[in-house]
């Protein structure tokens, strides 16, 4: 393919980012990497287009590049185009390396076999050190950023490949200590810590020292600056670059291992030292990366004490950034009392206490807060690892102000809740003397509050949805407490009672709790369902929750309430709900008046197929004995084999419940155009050659055209049977034509069910005309005149010549265009006035017509129906 245009490649860009996957599947997307990679060099792009193209291989270079020799060849295209730039200022430079880089990392290209990282990795360590700029790599005015791009493209790679920079680490303090760094110093700070980071945990894992890694400006005499061995084994260990709470055990990764000599443990401090003071440079952002990286290295190192990190805490501990306080509270989950003293913890405690409870914080804010004290990092936690608990320091006087109330929005409400039940725990069946109630009686009163909002006949679901969640929480966080679990079940039992269509919540919440609640609510659940009369008008409720919490106990008050509920179970939903029920029983081992009650519904029940089911059930309650009947209603791949001939036949009853592809008995064709309606109809036409059961037609077009289809339904196709249309609406949102990839799913006469690929049916443009509404009696001229008028100016206009046939002009219109007339003079003049869906439109004018043919006038408020006009035109032509 040519060069392109930059309307063509806007045009070609914006297909790629509607659907990346449908647009590399089709025939322009094998060769739209080659093209870009092209076009980077063409002068008739402007500089802003080139930008938009580095811009899609930053956003998508898997799909661009998918494999590792795609993505070595991409990078050495464009560090050539690179290099090939004039030592002119640039816009093309920065993102030309950004890239490469993401060339290389996202394809799986990086190692040291790959000619294009051996260029990349010396270019982006001269650049950020300042030796390659001034040769041929623009003026000094982009000095700067390339210097700032390459440490983030150096950052990059040492995160792909961790240690890789192990060898520069000397080096980068060089560049960091010279007085006026001759780079942007956030970037590279950043760049060191990282490497720092990674080496110390690579050459702990290897058992190798630092061997003078960190002097300052000194690489390893003789040794390449990158170390591909030590990446290589960190490549299976790489860690995250978020500030994270992790206990200490957790993220020392062996670096105990690593014992420093003297003067690398000097040199050690001397580094982080030097960070730790270019960190009042840098923003909030950066300097939380900077501090969660340093402490991720230091702790667990033997001999480094956090003490470094004094200075910059007293700076810190009153900072109003929230990404600083978050890097402090790390640092305090690393060191813990190392560096933080009982003064230190009680003063962050306060402070997170008193701005959780400010009244203008915005909501992320308040949650993040409240998150911290919920997770707040304690020195001595009294529990057990990974046990919740409120930080010993924390009173609940000074948490008044974070009682959860009614009136906050769910998900405070929830944070604030989930604080209260930790105070809870700390203060079981304690009142505070002269302060009020106690957390747990505002808890009971809070959670009955929650209750009575649920039980609101019609209420939003989310007040449900709440209440549900706040009982959770409740249980997960107190379940030791037995005063309180047996509060919320009576409460939640009470709920139900009120309003049993929050039957699917309940069932919910009994599979997420532990016995603490869900034994005993299981049980007033059962209680509370089986009183009630059979004929409830929430029957459908009091099934499904039957069908959760039915066992082997009171069974003879369940057999009750099914055989009273059978008599009102009419639909099919009601009956399959009951029949869910039995089901619960024989699982439970319930045998009994069960077998009494399956042969009453085996007669009673009016749909053949809930008939079948309490046969079914009944057969196996009477043929196998419990451990079988179990196998037989949960099967399962460690069951053991059984010797019974229901279990032997299991696979063929499984492949009869699977769904097969198979070759498609069925004919599927485009009918009969329809025009009329709201909207376009498209008139299948089925055959088939056996008999098909529970037909489903599942229709796909490719692209944004056209809305996603509806599925078609036929019960029952008979080969020689003559079968209804069927009919498929449309929804295009640009006129124009399309393929309809068609998959069917049926049933044979055998009881399979299969599925099918069908032949592409074609979507005409012609299919998609639609007429206006018909104008009054003699009023057609007029109306077209009004049509033609208001093309313009924003439309177009076109005419063409159109070849007619032996039978002439009458005989085209009326075969092809009928229902479409507004206006005519018949045989030798007609006005047509065509919609085109979602909003266009089509009008011609056929005057004048001679014997070979007729000239057409064209007008449209759609310029992009001008191109289909024509090859409609053209159709016509060649079909007469």
Known sequence: ?????????????????????????????EDLGRDLLSDLRSEKLSEQTKVSLLVLSLEYPAQLWPDAPAAEAAASSLLDTLVLLPPRPSALRQPLLLAATTALAAGGALGPTSAASCRLLPLLLGLASGRDLGRGFGPASEQRPLQATACECLRELESCKPGLLGGCLGLLRGLLGQEGPVGPVQPLSLLLALALRNTLVTQARAGAGLQGLLVAGVSPAGASPWNWTLAEDGDAHLQPQAPSWLAAEEGECGLAALEPSPEEARELRAAVAQLLDTSYLLTPVAQAQLLWLLGWALRGLRGQLPV?????????????????????????????????????????LRRLTLAAQHPALPPPTHLFYLHCLLSFPENCPLGATGEEAAPLLLR?????????????????????LHLLCLLCAEDEEKDEKGQGQSPQRYLGELLAGLRQRAALDGGPRALATLCFQ????????????????????????????????LAPHFVDLLDRVGPELGEPLRVALRQEVVSRPGK??????????????????????????????????TDWGLQQALLQVCRALLRAGVRGGLADLLQALARQLEDPD??????????????????????????????????????AENQGFAAALMVQEAPAPIRLSVGPRRAEGPGPVLQLQVEVLEPVYSLELR?????????????????CLCPGRPANPLLLPLQPRRPAPTQLDVRALYTTPAGLTCHAHL????????????PFPQPPEGAGLSFFEELWDSCLPEGTESRLWCPLGPQGLEALVSRHLEPFVVAAQPPTSYHIAIRLPPDSRLLLRLEAAQGDGVPVALRTDDWAVLPLAGDYFRGLSAAA
């Open 699 to 715: 229709f796909r077009v490719e692209g944004q055209l056209y809305a996603p289809l509806g599925a078609v339904h036929v019960p």
């Open 1 to 29: 393919m040519g060069r392109l245009s930059r309307e063509a490649w806007a045009q070609r860009l914006g297909a790629f980012r509607a659907s990346p996957s449908a647009f590399m599947a089709g025939p322009e997307g």
């Open 470 to 501: 706040a009982s959770y929480l409740v249980a997960h966080c107190l379940a030791r407490q037995p005063m309180v679990m047996t509060s919320l079940t009576h409460g939640l039992v009470q709920l139900y009672r009120d309003r049993p269509v």
């Open 759 to 770: 032949p592409p049916l074609p979507v005409n443009f012609a299919d998609l005309f639609l």
């Open 610 to 647: 809930g008939r079948d089911h309490a046969r079914l059930y009944y057969i196996l309650l009477a043929h196998l004995a419990a451990p079988k009947l179990g196998v037989a209603l949960g099967p399962s791949l460690a069951a053991p084999a059984l010797a019974s001939s229901l279990v």
């Open 308 to 348: 470094l990190f004094k200075t910059q805490l007293v700076r810190l501990l009153g900072t109003a950034q929230l990404t600083l306080l978050h890097a402090v509270l790390a640092l305090k989950a690393a060191f813990g009392e190392a560096l933080f003293t009982a003064q230190d913890e009680d003063l962050l």
């Open 536 to 569: 409830d008008e929430a029957l459908r409720w009091h099934l499904q929750m039957l069908a959760k919490v039915a066992d082997r106990d009171a069974q003879s008050g369940t057999l009750r309430f099914l055989q009273a509920a059978a008599a009102h179970c």
């Open 396 to 416: 609940p006087q000074l948490c008044r102000g974070l009682l959860p109330s009614l009136l906050h929005d769910p998900m405070a409400l929830l944070a604030r």
